[in-house]
């Protein structure tokens, strides 16, 4: 898997875009890029910073930043590995945290946002 940084740690424990925008956003799940670290949210969530993390750097791989998930995409292949490198810790986002996230910023109707 070429292009992936394994010693490179996750820019943070959120989506970094989510994170920074005025108002600041929110997610449904994570994704780290395997060669920068950037943290970014799925193509579930309302902002789909990940894939805009890919289309503005062409950094190939992702890898799951959620509790118990291993597996890595390749957005040029359009393929996913079950495993891959072993990446610096931490490996995924921080578990008291949960899904949608922060708590305090998803609406009572978060279902109605995500992208399917």
Partial sequence: MEGIDPEVPPSGPGCADCMA?????????????????HVGCCDSSPSQH???HHAATGHRFVRSFEPGEEW?????????????????APVHRPPEQGAPAPADRVPADWKRHLHR
């Fill in 50 to 52: 990940a894939s805009a």
């Fill in 72 to 88: 890595f995409w390749d957005y040029d292949e359009q393929v996913l590995y079950e495993r891959g490198p072993s990446l610096v």
């Fill in 21 to 37: 925008a005025d108002p600041p956003g929110w997610w449904f799940h994570l994704r780290r890029c395997g060669q920068c670290g």
